[in-house]
């Protein structure tokens, strides 16, 4: 390499000596995994997680084991010992929005009752606000194409505002988090309406939020150019939260919660490591391939009713001959849940009604046929037995769509679900993780000797 070269063409001759070496450098055979006994992904050979810690906060209930058979049942979620379906009844029976008892539930462990739940509803109402100037000095002035970049530079930059950042008593932590679950929906709208004054050229509103509004009320009102939405379309982002809001502590974005609160940093510093894992489309992005996977069908196949059409399609995407290339049959499958996810039993119900309202019953009907098909197609393409079912994310994207929200936006809407679960996680370390979570890697290099300079 010639020092005399650009630094382009230092990249490139760095990139192809990178690519000459990859091959037999950092390429580590599955025999030396199987060796060691390395469950990758931290994984078991059924695909369950390995056991690294204990929780109280939220549990996966997918199978039972009976003369040690293991036997898949349909799926559970348990927020505290409360089964989501039956916190979904009780505040949708009662036509009352269920989030903030959620973040109640999840925070301190017990549902409240109705003082309780409208003294934390007006705590929650009076912290959603930013500081003096921070839209100006630190959304407008950082845009980003990617709103989840946003919330992440929004969350280090509110680090500087605080008092105590670094303060790690659980009163002072507790205070943190519920002032991030009040402000998560204004640095995600603003963000998003930042980016597109910016990127997209259209005008710049930034609404206060309204104190007498719930949560998913507030997304909608300052998402909205004019902050009109109906009841049903705010109890339907609302149950959308509900859902998110945890998932039995077993996910990448809550091990990175507990992982980075054992070191001892800042609240603000673990969440963003939390949405960074989140970010990523193999956790927190798959609705929006759900949505692009299903405009492509709708493009490809004529007859939405004809289940044979829709299973080609779907042996297309499987063999990697249609939509991305990937194999991928979007919104199928969990690793956990097997014969049902419950979020997606609950969401389907409710996304019906929406659809139906909307004047989109054809395209519910699509969806649920690819339901009812894909897992037939995959189950017969890879030759598995293992039952396989739609996830949350199969018709959250729908939702979302009809709900006028923007593709930009499906990610950090679950971010503004999750954070009362990060919240809950980072809460439940302090309180009993005194030491510093470490994995072991173990290094199968073998050892070289040193070489001088002149001899190399």
Same mark, same amino acid.
């Given at each position: 390499?010639?020092?005399?070269?650009?630094?382009?063409?230092?990249?490139?001759?760095?990139?192809?000596?990178?690519?000459?070496?990859?091959?037999?450098?950092?390429?580590?055979?599955?025999?030396?995994?199987?060796?060691?006994?390395?469950?990758?992904?931290?994984?078991?050979?059924?695909?369950?997680?390995?056991?690294?810690?204990?929780?109280?906060?939220?549990?996966? +209930?997918?199978?039972?084991?009976?003369? %040690?058979?293991?036997?898949?049942?349909?799926?559970?979620?348990?927020?505290?010992?409360?089964?989501?379906?039956?916190?979904?009844?009780?505040?949708?029976?009662?036509?009352?929005?269920?989030?903030?008892? @959620?973040?109640?539930?999840?925070?301190?462990?017990?549902?409240?009752?109705?003082?309780?739940?409208?003294?934390?509803?007006?705590?929650? *109402?009076?912290?959603?606000?930013?500081?003096?100037?921070?839209?100006?000095?630190?959304?407008?002035?950082?845009?980003?194409?990617?709103?989840?970049?946003?919330?992440?530079?929004?969350?280090?930059?509110?680090?500087?505002?605080?008092?105590?950042?670094?303060?790690?008593?659980?009163?002072?932590?507790?205070? +943190?988090?519920?002032?991030?679950? %009040?402000?998560?929906?204004?640095?995600?709208?603003?963000?998003?309406?930042?980016?597109?004054?910016?990127?997209?050229?259209?005008?710049?509103?930034? /609404?206060?939020?309204?104190?007498?509004?719930?949560?998913?009320?507030?997304?909608?009102?300052?998402? /909205?150019?004019?902050?009109?939405?109906?009841?049903?379309?705010?109890?339907?982002?609302?149950?959308?939260?509900?859902?998110?809001?945890?998932?039995?502590?077993?996910?990448?974005?809550?091990?990175? @919660?507990?992982?980075?609160?054992?070191?001892?940093?800042?609240?603000?510093?673990?969440?963003?490591? %939390?949405?960074?894992?989140?970010?990523?489309?193999?956790?927190?992005?798959?609705?929006?391939?759900?949505? +692009?996977?299903?405009?492509?069908?709708?493009?490809?196949?004529?007859?939405?009713?004809?289940?044979?059409?829709?299973?080609?399609?779907?042996?297309?995407?499987?063999?990697?001959?249609?939509?991305?290339?990937?194999?991928?049959?979007?919104?199928?499958?969990?690793?956990?849940?097997?014969? *049902?996810?419950?979020?997606?039993?609950?969401?389907?119900? +409710?996304?019906?009604?929406?659809?139906?309202?909307?004047?989109?019953?054809?395209?519910?009907?699509?969806?649920?046929?690819?339901?009812?098909?894909?897992?037939?197609?995959?189950? /017969?393409?890879?030759?598995?037995?293992?039952?396989?079912?739609?996830?949350?994310?199969?018709?959250?994207?729908?939702?979302?769509?009809?709900?006028?929200?923007?593709?930009?936006?499906?990610?950090?809407?679950?971010?503004?679900?999750?954070?009362?679960?990060?919240?809950?996680?980072?809460?439940?370390?302090?309180?009993?993780?005194?030491?510093?979570?470490?994995? %072991?890697?173990?290094?199968?290099?073998?050892?070289?000797?040193?070489?001088?300079?002149?001899? /190399?």
């Amino acid at each position: 390499m010639s020092m005399g070269n650009s630094i382009e063409d230092f990249e490139i001759l760095l990139l192809e000596k990178y690519r000459e070496m990859a091959s037999r450098r950092d390429y580590i055979s599955e025999e030396l995994y199987q060796k060691y006994d390395v469950q990758r992904g931290l994984r078991d050979k059924e695909g369950r997680g390995v056991l690294v810690g204990l929780t109280e906060i939220g549990e996966i +209930q997918s199978y039972i084991v009976k003369e %040690a058979e293991t036997i898949p049942i349909p799926g559970k979620l348990i927020y505290r010992g409360v089964e989501i379906s039956d916190i979904v009844e009780g505040f949708m029976s009662e036509g009352r929005f269920g989030y903030e008892e @959620t973040c109640y539930l999840l925070l301190f462990g017990y549902l409240p009752n109705k003082v309780e739940l409208e003294e934390f509803e007006h705590y929650i *109402s009076k912290r959603r606000c930013l500081p003096e100037e921070f839209a100006r000095d630190v959304i407008m002035k950082l845009p980003s194409t990617d709103i989840m970049n946003v919330l992440s530079q929004s969350v280090l930059a509110l680090y500087g505002y605080y008092e105590n950042p670094d303060d790690t008593s659980i009163k002072n932590v507790l205070k +943190q988090c519920i002032g991030l679950i %009040a402000c998560f929906p204004l640095l995600t709208v603003y963000g998003y309406q930042v980016y597109t004054y910016y990127h997209k050229q259209n005008s710049l509103l930034l /609404r206060n939020p309204k104190p007498e509004y719930r949560t998913a009320e507030n997304i909608l009102y300052m998402l /909205r150019p004019d902050g009109i939405f109906t009841r049903f379309e705010a109890e339907l982002l609302d149950l959308a939260l509900v859902l998110h809001a945890e998932h039995g502590g077993g996910n990448n974005s809550a091990f990175v @919660t507990h992982a980075l609160t054992s070191t001892g940093t800042d609240t603000y510093s673990t969440i963003v490591g %939390a949405l960074s894992s989140l970010k990523g489309p193999k956790h927190g992005g798959a609705n929006i391939k759900v949505v +692009q996977m299903f405009e492509d069908i709708k493009t490809n196949i004529k007859n939405w009713e004809d289940e044979e059409e829709i299973e080609d399609y779907l042996k297309k995407v499987l063999n990697k001959e249609a939509f991305d290339g990937s194999g991928i049959i979007y919104g199928m499958g969990h690793a956990v849940y097997t014969i *049902s996810d419950p979020r997606n039993v609950i969401f389907k119900k +409710q996304v019906e009604v929406l659809a139906k309202e909307k004047g989109l019953e054809a395209e519910f009907n699509l969806y649920a046929k690819v339901e009812e098909i894909a897992p037939l197609v995959i189950t /017969r393409g890879k030759n598995r037995y293992k039952a396989i079912c739609a996830n949350v994310d199969f018709y959250a994207g729908f939702l979302y769509r009809m709900l006028g929200i923007p593709p930009e936006l499906f990610t950090p809407l679950f971010a503004n679900a999750r954070i009362v679960g990060w919240s809950a996680h980072r809460i439940e370390e302090l309180v009993n993780g005194p030491k510093i979570i470490r994995p %072991a890697y173990k290094c199968v290099a073998p050892e070289k000797k040193y070489i001088g300079l002149e001899q /190399r």
